[in-house]
């Protein structure tokens, strides 16, 4: 599986904008970007994905290089429910790929009051 | 509120104990999985069912017997566990199983369970 880098801890304030950065220099042509979220106590939870476009939905944004080498996950304005460890995976979307999810370390994200 | 519930939340048994972890999902979804999570360890993933046929099982020792009677319901039967085992156990499901449609994986809340 291709592997991913994120920072280990990212803190950010209340209200503001967030960019989360993740590195994924070996991904392939075929590999979508997936993100997920886990607060406290709780299962992990879907964010977004994309390929190669810049992609929105009412959670987040995710902001691709255009050599995909890297990504963004960008929380518009953080609240303090957005406190939680983010996960950048990539997925193989080849005819047979993988519907494994192999998580990482993730990065921890403080929203402060 | 999440579409996958699982019960227990909260587990102690001792190493000689039998007990099973029960996982539902009113989500309609043909794929269910177990992961397990370790203090200080990512993600991993021990089991794949699809249409109540086991597909993958990531090296898991056999102490650890899932079971799939229906697309609705996943258990995590355990018996002679190890202090080792002690984790949060996370069951999820998504829409099918296969050629990667990148569909988003749904998670429960998990199980913590303590290995005296």
């Known amino acids: 599986d291709a592997k991913t880098t994120q920072p280990n801890s990212m803190e950010s304030n209340e209200e503001e904008p967030v960019h989360l950065p993740c590195n994924h220099s070996t991904i392939s042509g075929t590999d979508y970007i997936h993100w997920y979220r886990q607060l406290p106590s709780q299962g992990p939870e879907y964010v977004i994905h994309g390929l190669t476009s810049n992609v929105n939905n009412r959670m987040a944004s995710l902001a691709i290089a255009e050599d995909r080498k890297s990504s963004t996950l960008i929380l518009h304005r953080a609240t303090l429910r957005d406190a939680a460890v983010y996960y950048c995976i990539l997925r193989d979307g080849t005819q047979g790929g993988s519907e494994k999810l192999v998580f990482g370390k993730g990065t921890k994200l403080t929203v402060n009051p | 509120e999440t579409g996958v519930t699982q019960t227990p939340r909260h587990l102690v048994m001792g190493m000689t104990n039998k007990k099973s972890l029960k996982c539902e999902q009113h989500?309609?979804?043909?794929?269910m999985y177990w992961y397990k999570q370790s203090a200080k360890k990512p993600l991993e993933l021990m089991f794949v069912y699809s249409l109540e046929e086991r597909v993958e099982n990531n090296s898991v020792p056999s102490r650890f017997s899932p079971e799939c009677p229906n697309s609705s319901h996943l258990f995590l039967h355990l018996h002679t566990l190890q202090p080792e085992d002690s984790a949060l156990y996370l069951c999820a499901s998504s829409q099918d199983w296969g050629p990667s449609y990148n569909q988003p994986q749904h998670f429960g809340d998990g199980t913590r369970l303590s290995i005296l």
């Open positions: 989500l309609g979804h043909n794929a």
